[in-house]
């Protein structure tokens, strides 16, 4: 699950309105949800199906274009219920399983960063009710980073026979990072079928963590 260095500065990272910054390492690629979510009449809509529209042209095969299409419509609705509970990005992760005793295979992970309102309260008091009031966390830690005090905990979900979905498990990394203005948290969540690794995971969403910032990094860099 090693992968090169690579920095790429997203235009978000100059944007004052953004509220949180933050780095994601290689393998990790940003799911546009404006973009796929967009009005039917919409520019990003336009700008959706000019290139969508080759790609499933370019499938030779009818019933590979439908399901296709039927992916992609699932997509959007888990898109859409993200954003439902004010997830305001989202990342797919794909990382080759090359540590010692990997199988070498392809994994997969989903990134997401959500916003939660909470009750005025010390910070570090915030970050711990996050992880004493969620349910089912295991490896529950308290944290002081860079950005301030966190918390982070670990879920093993399983599907319920009636969701329609294969009853594979799935593990939720939450890291919990209560905002300066003690009124808002933000949840950083890496999800995989992949629970053998959940070690690399945990690293992967700890260095996350660690990057994030409430106050852009730009900022900091043209005032120094």
């Keep these: 699950m090693e992968t090169p260095l690579q920095i790429v500065i997203d235009e978000s990272a100059a944007d004052p309105g953004a509220g949180i910054w933050f780095a994601t390492p290689g393998g990790f690629t940003e799911l546009p949800i404006d973009v796929l979510l967009a009005g039917p009449d919409s520019t990003e809509a336009n700008r959706l199906r000019q290139v969508l529209v080759p790609m ?3 499938i030779p095969d009818g019933l590979t274009r439908q399901q296709f299409i039927a992916q992609l419509a699932s997509g959007q609705q888990l898109l859409r219920a993200l ?3 004010g997830t305001v990005h989202c990342a797919l992760g ?3 399983d090359d540590v010692a005793g990997g199988s070498g295979e392809t994994l997969h992970s989903l990134f997401t960063v959500s916003w939660r309102d909470i ?3 010390p910070r570090s008091v915030s970050a711990a009710r996050a992880v004493a009031t969620a349910e089912q966390h295991t490896r529950v830690e308290y944290l002081n ?4 005090p966190a ?3 670990e879920t093993v979900r399983i599907p319920t026979p009636d969701s329609g979905l294969p009853p594979t498990p799935l593990l ?3 890291a919990y990072l209560p905002h300066p203005d003690h009124r808002r948290m933000a949840v950083l969540t890496l999800s995989t079928t992949a629970v053998e690794r959940r070690v690399q995971y945990n690293a992967i969403l700890r ?3 660690e990057l994030t910032s409430f106050e852009s990094p730009l900022s900091k860099a043209h005032s120094a």
Excluded: D
């Design 151 to 153: 918390s982070m905990g």
């Design 207 to 209: 260095t996350i963590a």
């Design 94 to 96: 794909v990382h080759r």
């Design 172 to 174: 939720q990394i939450h």
């Design 119 to 121: 009750a005025w309260a």
């Design 83 to 85: 954003r439902e509970v």
């Design 56 to 58: 499933v042209e370019a």
């Design 145 to 148: 980073l860079p950005g301030g």
